[in-house]
């Protein structure tokens, strides 16, 4: 069993081996359009929620509204649905929902660790079953894992 805590360190704090520097103590995050084709409509809201919850859960970072010592904005540029697999006489078998998410982190602290990327992730489905169908399901696990990588991201420069 993997046990997982806090460890205090002199300069900072540490969650996981991540120290955040004593200086800081907000974050906020900026709401992320979705500016893809094709466009899911509670995505934006889950993905800014999901974001917030995780940096006030894992951190003792206190969230405001804009402007924190860490800042997150961005847009989601990518939200597709496309076959990953055929059968022998082109049937779709396997289909695959990815997310794209452009992330501009600011860090005000140390601005050397601010970054400006994109992150992808993606949930493959049984192409018998309709995206709408399993839509909200697919996009929580798909945020989900944006999220834990956004995280690693931000948190690998403290």
């Not at 859960?57 to 804009?66: K, S």
């Not at 049984?126 to 834990?148: C, K, N």
Request: hydrophobic share 40%.
């Amino acid at each position: 069993m993997m046990q997982t805590g806090c460890i205090f360190m002199k300069g900072g704090y540490s969650l996981s081996g991540a120290s955040i520097p004593e200086a800081a103590k907000t974050f906020s995050v900026a709401y992320f359009p979705n500016n893809a084709p094709m466009v899911s409509p509670t995505l934006s809201t889950t993905l800014v929620e999901a974001l917030k919850d995780k940096f006030s859960r894992q951190t003792r970072l206190q969230l405001v509204e804009e402007g924190g010592d860490f800042a997150f904005e961005g847009e989601i540029t990518r939200y597709t649905s496309t076959t990953q697999s055929v059968s022998g006489d082109d049937y779709a078998l396997l289909n695959r929902l990815t997310i794209e998410v452009k992330v501009i982190f600011t860090n005000a602290i140390d601005p050397d660790a601010s970054f400006n990327q994109t992150f992808k992730a993606y949930a493959d489905y049984d192409s018998t079953t309709l995206l709408t169908d399993i839509q909200s399901e697919l996009d929580a696990e798909i945020v989900e894992q944006l999220v834990h990588d956004i995280y690693q991201a931000a948190a690998s420069n403290w």
